[in-house]
Protein backbone atom coordinates (compact mmCIF):
# COMPACT_ATOMS: atom_id res chain seq x y z
CA UNK A 1 0.00 0.00 0.00
CA UNK A 2 1.15 3.46 -0.91
CA UNK A 3 1.39 5.68 1.85
CA UNK A 4 2.68 8.76 0.55
CA UNK A 5 1.90 9.26 -3.28
CA UNK A 6 4.40 11.30 -5.41
CA UNK A 7 3.71 14.92 -5.62
CA UNK A 8 5.06 14.71 -9.40
CA UNK A 9 1.71 12.99 -10.50
CA UNK A 10 -0.24 16.37 -11.58
CA UNK A 11 -3.81 17.93 -10.46
CA UNK A 12 -5.17 16.60 -13.74
CA UNK A 13 -3.96 13.60 -13.93
CA UNK A 14 -5.05 12.99 -9.94
CA UNK A 15 -8.49 13.67 -11.14
CA UNK A 16 -8.21 11.40 -14.21
CA UNK A 17 -7.15 8.58 -11.90
CA UNK A 18 -9.75 9.32 -9.02
CA UNK A 19 -12.56 9.45 -11.57
CA UNK A 20 -11.85 6.28 -13.64
CA UNK A 21 -11.68 4.63 -9.76
CA UNK A 22 -14.91 5.72 -9.42
CA UNK A 23 -16.30 5.08 -12.36
CA UNK A 24 -14.68 1.63 -11.98
CA UNK A 25 -16.92 1.32 -8.45
CA UNK A 26 -20.10 2.13 -10.55
CA UNK A 27 -19.55 0.09 -13.21
CA UNK A 28 -18.01 -2.92 -11.63
CA UNK A 29 -20.62 -2.63 -9.15
CA UNK A 30 -23.49 -2.41 -12.36
CA UNK A 31 -22.00 -5.50 -13.45
CA UNK A 32 -22.51 -7.68 -10.30
CA UNK A 33 -25.72 -6.19 -9.73
CA UNK A 34 -27.33 -8.13 -12.51
CA UNK A 35 -26.59 -11.00 -10.94
CA UNK A 36 -28.31 -9.81 -7.68
CA UNK A 37 -31.35 -7.71 -8.24
CA UNK A 38 -30.36 -4.50 -10.88
CA UNK A 39 -31.88 -2.10 -8.22
CA UNK A 40 -28.83 -2.94 -6.05
CA UNK A 41 -26.70 -0.97 -9.02
CA UNK A 42 -24.87 1.60 -7.05
CA UNK A 43 -25.33 4.08 -9.22
CA UNK A 44 -29.29 3.65 -8.89
CA UNK A 45 -28.83 3.29 -5.35
CA UNK A 46 -27.23 6.67 -5.11
CA UNK A 47 -29.98 8.01 -7.61
CA UNK A 48 -32.76 6.78 -5.71
CA UNK A 49 -31.57 7.67 -2.45
CA UNK A 50 -31.51 11.53 -3.53
CA UNK A 51 -34.91 11.28 -5.34
CA UNK A 52 -36.52 9.98 -1.66
CA UNK A 53 -34.33 13.35 0.15
CA UNK A 54 -34.49 15.53 -2.52
CA UNK A 55 -36.19 18.53 -1.09
CA UNK A 56 -40.28 19.20 -2.59
CA UNK A 57 -39.77 22.32 -4.00
CA UNK A 58 -36.78 21.06 -5.55
CA UNK A 59 -38.73 18.08 -6.86
CA UNK A 60 -41.86 20.36 -8.23
CA UNK A 61 -39.04 22.43 -10.02
CA UNK A 62 -37.52 19.42 -11.62
CA UNK A 63 -40.81 18.42 -12.83
CA UNK A 64 -41.47 22.08 -14.21
CA UNK A 65 -38.07 22.60 -15.27
CA UNK A 66 -37.53 19.33 -17.36
CA UNK A 67 -40.77 16.79 -17.14
CA UNK A 68 -40.14 14.07 -18.17
CA UNK A 69 -36.40 14.50 -18.90
CA UNK A 70 -36.06 14.83 -15.16
CA UNK A 71 -34.38 11.53 -14.52
CA UNK A 72 -31.63 12.47 -16.95
CA UNK A 73 -31.36 15.34 -15.56
CA UNK A 74 -30.92 14.23 -12.23
CA UNK A 75 -28.30 11.61 -13.81
CA UNK A 76 -26.04 14.24 -15.30
CA UNK A 77 -26.51 15.84 -12.21
CA UNK A 78 -25.00 13.09 -10.20
CA UNK A 79 -21.95 12.30 -12.59
CA UNK A 80 -21.21 16.25 -12.39
CA UNK A 81 -20.85 16.11 -8.46
CA UNK A 82 -18.97 12.85 -9.01
CA UNK A 83 -16.34 14.16 -11.15
CA UNK A 84 -15.78 17.03 -8.37
CA UNK A 85 -16.07 14.74 -5.83
CA UNK A 86 -13.83 12.44 -7.12
CA UNK A 87 -10.95 15.44 -8.31
CA UNK A 88 -11.45 16.40 -4.27
CA UNK A 89 -10.00 12.56 -3.86
CA UNK A 90 -7.67 12.64 -6.95
CA UNK A 91 -5.62 15.92 -5.08
CA UNK A 92 -6.08 13.91 -1.20
CA UNK A 93 -4.82 10.92 -2.73
CA UNK A 94 -1.54 12.82 -4.18
CA UNK A 95 -0.82 13.80 -0.75
CA UNK A 96 -1.95 10.81 1.90
CA UNK A 97 -3.17 8.35 -0.52
CA UNK A 98 -3.84 5.87 2.13
CA UNK A 99 -6.13 8.62 3.17
CA UNK A 100 -7.74 8.42 0.05
CA UNK A 101 -8.22 4.98 -0.07
CA UNK A 102 -10.08 4.69 3.10
CA UNK A 103 -12.33 7.55 2.32
CA UNK A 104 -13.38 5.73 -1.08
CA UNK A 105 -13.56 2.53 0.94
CA UNK A 106 -16.01 4.33 3.48
CA UNK A 107 -18.15 5.85 0.63
CA UNK A 108 -18.29 2.40 -0.68
CA UNK A 109 -19.45 0.76 2.60
CA UNK A 110 -22.05 4.04 2.87
CA UNK A 111 -23.53 2.78 -0.45
CA UNK A 112 -23.74 -0.40 0.67
CA UNK A 113 -25.98 0.77 3.94
CA UNK A 114 -28.17 2.84 1.88
CA UNK A 115 -28.92 -0.37 -0.68
CA UNK A 116 -29.59 -2.51 2.72
CA UNK A 117 -32.52 0.51 3.33
CA UNK A 118 -33.84 0.08 -0.25
CA UNK A 119 -37.61 -1.52 -0.22
CA UNK A 120 -37.13 -5.69 -0.79
CA UNK A 121 -33.42 -5.24 -0.04
CA UNK A 122 -32.38 -8.78 1.14
CA UNK A 123 -28.63 -9.29 2.49
CA UNK A 124 -27.22 -9.62 -1.09
CA UNK A 125 -28.14 -6.14 -2.05
CA UNK A 126 -24.73 -4.77 -0.09
CA UNK A 127 -22.59 -7.29 -2.17
CA UNK A 128 -22.87 -5.04 -5.70
CA UNK A 129 -21.29 -1.76 -4.22
CA UNK A 130 -18.70 -3.54 -1.96
CA UNK A 131 -17.72 -5.19 -4.77
CA UNK A 132 -17.39 -2.38 -6.42
CA UNK A 133 -15.42 -0.79 -3.99
CA UNK A 134 -12.57 -3.18 -3.89
CA UNK A 135 -12.25 -2.82 -7.48
CA UNK A 136 -12.37 0.97 -7.02
CA UNK A 137 -9.69 1.12 -4.69
CA UNK A 138 -7.69 -1.66 -6.26
CA UNK A 139 -8.08 1.04 -9.92
CA UNK A 140 -6.84 4.30 -7.81
CA UNK A 141 -4.18 1.77 -6.65
CA UNK A 142 -2.55 0.94 -9.81
CA UNK A 143 -2.52 3.85 -11.26
CA UNK A 144 -0.44 5.78 -8.28
CA UNK A 145 1.76 3.01 -8.17
CA UNK A 146 2.07 3.06 -12.10
CA UNK A 147 3.04 6.40 -11.60
CA UNK A 148 5.43 5.68 -9.13
CA UNK A 149 7.31 3.64 -10.72
CA UNK A 150 10.69 3.76 -10.07
CA UNK A 151 11.22 6.87 -8.17
CA UNK A 152 14.02 8.26 -9.71
CA UNK A 153 13.06 8.36 -13.70
CA UNK A 154 11.73 11.62 -14.09
CA UNK A 155 7.96 12.49 -14.39
CA UNK A 156 8.14 12.63 -18.54
CA UNK A 157 10.30 9.36 -18.35
CA UNK A 158 8.55 5.88 -18.10
CA UNK A 159 6.56 6.70 -14.79
CA UNK A 160 4.41 9.13 -17.10
CA UNK A 161 4.29 6.58 -20.19
CA UNK A 162 3.03 3.75 -17.08
CA UNK A 163 0.93 6.10 -15.68
CA UNK A 164 -1.14 6.60 -19.42
CA UNK A 165 -1.28 3.01 -20.32
CA UNK A 166 -2.36 1.83 -16.80
CA UNK A 167 -5.02 4.59 -16.85
CA UNK A 168 -6.48 3.65 -20.73
CA UNK A 169 -6.55 -0.22 -19.23
CA UNK A 170 -8.18 0.68 -16.50
CA UNK A 171 -10.88 2.83 -18.53
CA UNK A 172 -11.20 0.33 -20.96
CA UNK A 173 -11.95 -2.22 -18.08
CA UNK A 174 -14.73 0.08 -16.76
CA UNK A 175 -16.01 0.30 -20.18
CA UNK A 176 -16.00 -3.20 -20.58
CA UNK A 177 -17.87 -3.84 -17.74
CA UNK A 178 -20.43 -1.62 -18.21
CA UNK A 179 -21.16 -2.48 -21.72
CA UNK A 180 -20.94 -6.02 -19.76
CA UNK A 181 -23.79 -5.00 -16.91
CA UNK A 182 -25.89 -3.62 -19.96
CA UNK A 183 -25.70 -6.70 -22.24
CA UNK A 184 -26.43 -9.34 -19.44
CA UNK A 185 -28.93 -7.34 -18.18
CA UNK A 186 -30.75 -7.16 -21.60
CA UNK A 187 -30.24 -10.92 -21.92
CA UNK A 188 -31.36 -12.45 -18.61
CA UNK A 189 -34.33 -10.01 -18.68
CA UNK A 190 -34.98 -9.17 -22.33
CA UNK A 191 -38.29 -7.07 -21.53
CA UNK A 192 -38.50 -5.85 -25.53
CA UNK A 193 -38.39 -9.64 -26.32
CA UNK A 194 -41.22 -10.43 -23.33
CA UNK A 195 -42.88 -7.57 -25.14
CA UNK A 196 -43.32 -8.24 -28.01
CA UNK A 197 -44.74 -12.04 -27.48
CA UNK A 198 -47.88 -10.21 -25.51
CA UNK A 199 -51.06 -11.10 -26.63
CA UNK A 200 -54.15 -8.13 -26.09
CA UNK A 201 -56.35 -9.85 -24.21
CA UNK A 202 -59.47 -10.75 -26.19
CA UNK A 203 -62.51 -8.04 -24.46
CA UNK A 204 -65.68 -9.29 -24.83
CA UNK A 205 -67.01 -5.49 -24.90
CA UNK A 206 -64.87 -3.31 -26.44
CA UNK A 207 -64.97 0.66 -25.10
CA UNK A 208 -67.21 3.01 -27.34
CA UNK A 209 -64.76 4.46 -29.89
CA UNK A 210 -63.59 7.94 -29.91
CA UNK A 211 -66.18 9.88 -32.43
CA UNK A 212 -64.91 12.37 -34.74
CA UNK A 213 -67.92 14.77 -32.86
CA UNK A 214 -65.19 14.20 -29.89
CA UNK A 215 -61.72 14.31 -31.63
CA UNK A 216 -62.01 18.01 -33.05
CA UNK A 217 -60.34 18.80 -36.16
CA UNK A 218 -58.90 21.67 -34.91
CA UNK A 219 -54.70 22.27 -35.81
CA UNK A 220 -52.57 22.65 -32.92
CA UNK A 221 -55.55 21.07 -30.26
CA UNK A 222 -54.57 18.23 -27.81
CA UNK A 223 -55.79 15.08 -29.49
CA UNK A 224 -58.20 13.01 -27.74
CA UNK A 225 -56.00 9.69 -27.74
CA UNK A 226 -52.61 10.60 -26.28
CA UNK A 227 -49.85 8.57 -28.32
CA UNK A 228 -48.01 6.37 -25.92
CA UNK A 229 -44.85 7.63 -26.75
CA UNK A 230 -46.14 11.35 -25.68
CA UNK A 231 -47.55 10.50 -22.30
CA UNK A 232 -46.40 12.12 -19.64
CA UNK A 233 -44.48 10.36 -17.29
CA UNK A 234 -43.67 10.87 -13.47
CA UNK A 235 -42.48 8.75 -11.08
CA UNK A 236 -39.34 8.16 -8.86
CA UNK A 237 -37.90 5.27 -10.83
CA UNK A 238 -34.47 6.15 -11.99
CA UNK A 239 -33.98 2.96 -13.29
CA UNK A 240 -36.84 1.47 -15.23
CA UNK A 241 -37.88 -2.01 -13.65
CA UNK A 242 -37.46 -4.62 -15.57
CA UNK A 243 -39.77 -7.30 -14.78
CA UNK A 244 -41.07 -10.13 -17.39
CA UNK A 245 -44.22 -12.15 -16.76
CA UNK A 246 -42.87 -14.81 -16.20
CA UNK A 247 -41.39 -12.93 -13.00
CA UNK A 248 -44.73 -11.04 -12.16
CA UNK A 249 -46.75 -11.76 -9.25
CA UNK A 250 -49.81 -10.05 -7.41
CA UNK A 251 -50.56 -10.37 -4.15
CA UNK A 252 -53.43 -9.09 -2.15
CA UNK A 253 -53.23 -9.57 1.40
CA UNK A 254 -53.81 -7.23 4.76
CA UNK A 255 -57.26 -6.66 6.18
CA UNK A 256 -59.09 -9.60 4.17
CA UNK A 257 -60.52 -12.72 4.61
CA UNK A 258 -58.36 -14.87 2.37
CA UNK A 259 -55.00 -14.00 0.69
CA UNK A 260 -54.84 -13.65 -3.07
CA UNK A 261 -51.83 -14.66 -5.30
CA UNK A 262 -51.95 -14.10 -9.00
CA UNK A 263 -48.91 -15.12 -11.31
CA UNK A 264 -49.51 -13.45 -15.09
CA UNK A 265 -51.35 -16.39 -16.60
CA UNK A 266 -53.91 -16.48 -14.22
CA UNK A 267 -54.79 -13.15 -14.21
CA UNK A 268 -54.79 -13.36 -18.27
CA UNK A 269 -57.52 -16.42 -17.67
CA UNK A 270 -59.96 -13.81 -16.40
CA UNK A 271 -62.41 -11.45 -18.36
CA UNK A 272 -60.69 -8.53 -19.42
CA UNK A 273 -62.17 -5.04 -19.88
CA UNK A 274 -61.49 -1.47 -21.28
CA UNK A 275 -62.01 1.87 -20.84
CA UNK A 276 -61.03 5.14 -21.79
CA UNK A 277 -59.61 6.96 -18.91
CA UNK A 278 -57.82 10.70 -18.56
CA UNK A 279 -54.82 10.33 -16.22
CA UNK A 280 -53.65 13.37 -14.38
CA UNK A 281 -50.45 13.86 -12.14
CA UNK A 282 -50.99 16.02 -9.03
CA UNK A 283 -48.07 18.28 -9.87
CA UNK A 284 -49.45 19.87 -13.09
CA UNK A 285 -49.32 23.11 -12.79
CA UNK A 286 -52.05 25.13 -14.22
CA UNK A 287 -52.40 24.99 -17.69
CA UNK A 288 -49.60 22.06 -17.87
CA UNK A 289 -49.42 18.96 -20.08
CA UNK A 290 -48.36 15.91 -17.03
CA UNK A 291 -52.41 14.88 -18.03
CA UNK A 292 -53.08 12.42 -21.06
CA UNK A 293 -55.72 9.98 -22.11
CA UNK A 294 -55.27 6.44 -23.38
CA UNK A 295 -57.90 2.96 -23.83
CA UNK A 296 -56.39 0.86 -21.21
CA UNK A 297 -57.12 -3.02 -21.22
CA UNK A 298 -56.97 -4.51 -18.38
CA UNK A 299 -58.78 -6.62 -15.35
CA UNK A 300 -61.50 -4.91 -12.77
CA UNK A 301 -60.05 -4.68 -9.35
CA UNK A 302 -63.28 -4.70 -7.87
CA UNK A 303 -63.13 -8.07 -8.78
CA UNK A 304 -59.55 -8.81 -7.76
CA UNK A 305 -60.91 -7.56 -3.77
CA UNK A 306 -63.95 -8.87 -4.06
CA UNK A 307 -62.29 -12.24 -4.53
CA UNK A 308 -59.70 -11.84 -0.92
CA UNK A 309 -63.19 -10.05 0.81
CA UNK A 310 -62.00 -6.50 2.47
CA UNK A 311 -62.62 -6.12 5.78
CA UNK A 312 -65.36 -3.79 6.76
CA UNK A 313 -63.16 -1.49 8.71
CA UNK A 314 -60.42 -1.17 6.06
CA UNK A 315 -60.36 1.79 3.99
CA UNK A 316 -57.65 1.73 1.98
CA UNK A 317 -55.42 0.03 -0.51
CA UNK A 318 -51.40 0.43 -0.17
CA UNK A 319 -50.55 -0.41 -3.47
CA UNK A 320 -46.53 -1.18 -3.77
CA UNK A 321 -44.25 -1.18 -6.91
CA UNK A 322 -41.57 -3.59 -7.43
CA UNK A 323 -39.27 -0.48 -7.10
CA UNK A 324 -40.97 -0.09 -3.67
CA UNK A 325 -43.50 2.75 -4.57
CA UNK A 326 -46.25 2.85 -2.47
CA UNK A 327 -49.66 4.46 -3.06
CA UNK A 328 -52.94 4.96 -1.09
CA UNK A 329 -56.09 4.58 -2.79
CA UNK A 330 -59.39 4.72 -1.29
CA UNK A 331 -60.80 1.47 -0.98
CA UNK A 332 -64.05 2.94 -1.88
CA UNK A 333 -62.73 4.04 -5.20
CA UNK A 334 -61.52 0.91 -6.09
CA UNK A 335 -64.78 -1.48 -5.48
CA UNK A 336 -66.95 1.18 -6.45
CA UNK A 337 -66.05 2.08 -9.85
CA UNK A 338 -66.25 -0.27 -12.32
CA UNK A 339 -63.38 1.25 -14.59
CA UNK A 340 -60.62 0.76 -12.13
CA UNK A 341 -58.10 -0.96 -13.57
CA UNK A 342 -54.98 -3.72 -13.02
CA UNK A 343 -54.40 -2.72 -17.03
CA UNK A 344 -52.06 -4.38 -19.04
CA UNK A 345 -52.07 -2.67 -22.25
CA UNK A 346 -52.59 0.97 -23.68
CA UNK A 347 -53.76 2.20 -26.76
CA UNK A 348 -54.56 -2.01 -28.15
CA UNK A 349 -50.93 -2.62 -27.42
CA UNK A 350 -48.74 -3.79 -24.56
CA UNK A 351 -47.53 -1.31 -21.78
CA UNK A 352 -44.79 0.23 -22.60
CA UNK A 353 -42.14 -0.25 -19.78
CA UNK A 354 -42.09 3.39 -18.93
CA UNK A 355 -45.95 3.35 -18.08
CA UNK A 356 -45.76 -0.23 -15.95
CA UNK A 357 -45.16 -3.38 -17.88
CA UNK A 358 -46.44 -5.75 -16.96
CA UNK A 359 -49.06 -4.21 -15.38
CA UNK A 360 -49.99 -0.92 -13.67
CA UNK A 361 -53.37 0.70 -11.89
CA UNK A 362 -55.67 2.76 -13.41
CA UNK A 363 -57.86 4.94 -10.89
CA UNK A 364 -60.65 7.09 -12.37
CA UNK A 365 -60.78 10.93 -10.74
CA UNK A 366 -57.71 10.36 -8.55
CA UNK A 367 -54.17 12.23 -9.04
CA UNK A 368 -51.60 10.05 -9.71
CA UNK A 369 -49.63 9.90 -6.68
CA UNK A 370 -52.79 7.78 -5.00
CA UNK A 371 -53.94 5.91 -7.75
CA UNK A 372 -51.81 4.81 -10.61
CA UNK A 373 -49.09 2.63 -9.78
CA UNK A 374 -46.83 1.32 -12.37
CA UNK A 375 -45.06 -1.91 -11.88
CA UNK A 376 -47.46 -3.18 -9.50
CA UNK A 377 -46.97 -6.56 -7.50
CA UNK A 378 -48.84 -5.98 -4.22
CA UNK A 379 -52.63 -4.59 -2.58
CA UNK A 380 -52.31 -4.57 0.71
CA UNK A 381 -55.76 -3.69 2.08
CA UNK A 382 -55.78 -1.62 5.05
CA UNK A 383 -56.40 1.51 6.90
CA UNK A 384 -55.23 5.30 6.62
CA UNK A 385 -54.91 5.77 10.14
CA UNK A 386 -52.36 2.73 10.13
CA UNK A 387 -49.75 3.41 6.97
CA UNK A 388 -48.75 6.00 5.21
CA UNK A 389 -47.43 5.62 1.57
CA UNK A 390 -44.37 7.05 -0.12
CA UNK A 391 -45.86 10.88 -1.22
CA UNK A 392 -47.84 10.91 1.99
CA UNK A 393 -44.75 10.60 4.31
CA UNK A 394 -43.80 13.74 2.66
CA UNK A 395 -46.96 16.18 3.32
CA UNK A 396 -48.80 15.19 -0.04
CA UNK A 397 -52.95 14.63 0.90
CA UNK A 398 -53.67 11.13 2.05
CA UNK A 399 -56.47 11.51 -0.73
CA UNK A 400 -57.09 13.16 -4.13
CA UNK A 401 -59.19 13.72 -6.20
CA UNK A 402 -58.84 15.54 -9.38
CA UNK A 403 -59.62 19.04 -9.65
CA UNK A 404 -61.76 20.79 -12.35
CA UNK A 405 -59.70 23.06 -14.84
CA UNK A 406 -59.09 23.64 -17.91
CA UNK A 407 -56.08 24.42 -20.36
CA UNK A 408 -55.96 26.62 -23.90
CA UNK A 409 -53.71 24.64 -26.43
CA UNK A 410 -54.26 27.20 -29.68
CA UNK A 411 -53.36 29.87 -29.79
CA UNK A 412 -49.74 29.29 -28.74
CA UNK A 413 -48.78 31.80 -26.00
CA UNK A 414 -47.64 35.44 -27.46
CA UNK A 415 -48.66 34.32 -31.20
CA UNK A 416 -48.87 37.22 -33.49
CA UNK A 417 -52.19 36.61 -35.29
CA UNK A 418 -54.20 38.84 -38.05
CA UNK A 419 -57.45 40.75 -37.37
CA UNK A 420 -60.67 39.16 -37.65
CA UNK A 421 -61.74 35.38 -36.25
CA UNK A 422 -59.22 33.66 -34.68
CA UNK A 423 -59.88 30.11 -33.37
CA UNK A 424 -59.48 29.65 -29.48
CA UNK A 425 -59.32 25.80 -28.57
CA UNK A 426 -58.37 23.61 -25.97
CA UNK A 427 -59.23 21.33 -23.36
CA UNK A 428 -61.10 21.03 -20.17
CA UNK A 429 -61.43 18.33 -17.53
CA UNK A 430 -63.25 16.73 -14.00
CA UNK A 431 -62.72 12.98 -14.06
CA UNK A 432 -65.65 11.84 -12.10
CA UNK A 433 -67.86 14.67 -12.70
CA UNK A 434 -67.53 15.31 -16.47
CA UNK A 435 -67.37 19.01 -18.02
CA UNK A 436 -70.70 21.27 -18.72
CA UNK A 437 -69.54 24.07 -20.04
CA UNK A 438 -66.42 25.90 -20.65
CA UNK A 439 -66.13 29.76 -20.85
CA UNK A 440 -63.17 32.30 -22.34
CA UNK A 441 -62.35 35.68 -21.47
CA UNK A 442 -60.46 37.95 -23.23
CA UNK A 443 -58.75 40.77 -21.20
CA UNK A 444 -60.97 41.48 -18.81
CA UNK A 445 -64.86 41.40 -20.58
CA UNK A 446 -67.24 39.63 -20.08
CA UNK A 447 -67.17 35.16 -19.83
CA UNK A 448 -68.13 33.95 -23.31
CA UNK A 449 -69.52 30.25 -23.48
CA UNK A 450 -67.27 28.02 -25.62
CA UNK A 451 -68.74 25.16 -28.08
CA UNK A 452 -67.75 22.07 -26.22
CA UNK A 453 -66.95 18.91 -28.14
CA UNK A 454 -69.47 15.68 -27.46
CA UNK A 455 -68.30 13.90 -24.61
CA UNK A 456 -67.05 10.66 -24.16
CA UNK A 457 -67.62 10.08 -20.33
CA UNK A 458 -67.27 12.10 -17.25
CA UNK A 459 -63.66 10.32 -16.53
CA UNK A 460 -62.23 12.15 -19.85
CA UNK A 461 -61.19 15.47 -20.45
CA UNK A 462 -63.16 17.41 -22.96
CA UNK A 463 -62.52 19.39 -26.16
CA UNK A 464 -63.68 22.95 -26.84
CA UNK A 465 -63.61 26.15 -29.19
CA UNK A 466 -64.37 29.31 -29.46
CA UNK A 467 -64.43 31.85 -32.40
CA UNK A 468 -62.99 34.84 -31.32
CA UNK A 469 -63.67 38.33 -33.58
CA UNK A 470 -60.06 39.76 -32.68
CA UNK A 471 -59.19 43.19 -33.10
CA UNK A 472 -55.37 44.90 -32.90
CA UNK A 473 -53.54 44.82 -30.01
CA UNK A 474 -52.12 43.07 -27.37
CA UNK A 475 -54.96 40.81 -25.24
CA UNK A 476 -54.37 37.96 -22.89
CA UNK A 477 -56.99 35.15 -22.81
CA UNK A 478 -58.63 32.93 -20.14
CA UNK A 479 -60.53 29.82 -19.98
CA UNK A 480 -62.36 28.29 -17.25
CA UNK A 481 -64.39 25.24 -16.76
CA UNK A 482 -68.06 24.52 -14.84
CA UNK A 483 -68.29 20.90 -14.23
CA UNK A 484 -71.49 18.53 -13.97
CA UNK A 485 -71.79 19.57 -10.38
CA UNK A 486 -72.17 23.21 -11.28
CA UNK A 487 -68.97 23.76 -9.69
CA UNK A 488 -67.41 26.52 -11.54
CA UNK A 489 -63.16 26.72 -12.23
CA UNK A 490 -61.75 29.01 -9.67
CA UNK A 491 -59.52 31.63 -10.50
CA UNK A 492 -57.46 31.52 -7.10
CA UNK A 493 -54.07 30.48 -8.06
CA UNK A 494 -52.75 27.37 -5.75
CA UNK A 495 -49.41 25.72 -6.55
CA UNK A 496 -50.28 21.61 -7.13
CA UNK A 497 -48.57 21.05 -2.90
CA UNK A 498 -50.58 19.74 -1.64
CA UNK A 499 -53.69 18.35 -3.19
CA UNK A 500 -53.81 19.92 -6.65
CA UNK A 501 -53.36 23.63 -8.55
CA UNK A 502 -55.98 25.75 -9.07
CA UNK A 503 -56.10 29.00 -11.03
CA UNK A 504 -57.27 30.57 -14.78
CA UNK A 505 -55.06 29.67 -17.42
CA UNK A 506 -54.70 32.56 -19.91
CA UNK A 507 -52.15 33.42 -22.75
CA UNK A 508 -51.34 36.67 -24.24
CA UNK A 509 -51.65 37.03 -28.05
CA UNK A 510 -51.20 39.93 -30.11
CA UNK A 511 -53.54 40.74 -33.36
CA UNK A 512 -52.32 43.04 -35.91
Not at 483 to 500: H, K, L, M, S, W
Amino acid sequence: MIHRAPRELGHLAAAAAATVAAATVLAVGHLVAVFVAPAASPFFVLGATVVDNTPKWLKDSAIRWFGANDKLALAISMGAVMVVAASLLGELARRRFALAAGGLTVLGVIVAFLALRRPSATFWFAVPALAGTLAGVAALTVLFVSFSGSEPEPATGPSRRGFLLALGGVTAGVVAAGVAGRYLATRLRDIAADRAAFLLPRVAKPAPPVSAEMDLPVQGITPFVTDADEFYRVDTALQLPSLTRGEWRLRIHGMVEREIRLDYDELLSRDAVESVITLTCVSNEVGGDLLGTARWTGYRLADLLAEAGPSRDADMVLSRSIDGFTASTPLAALTGNQDALLAVAMNGEALPVAHGYPARMIVPGLYGYVSATKWVVDLEVTRFDRTEAYWTRRGWAPTAPIKTASRIDVPAAFATLPAGEVVVAGVAWAQGRGIRAVEVQVDDGAWQEATLAEAYSIDTWRQWTWRWDASPGTHSLRVRATDATGYIQTDERVPPFPDGSTGHHSRVVTIR
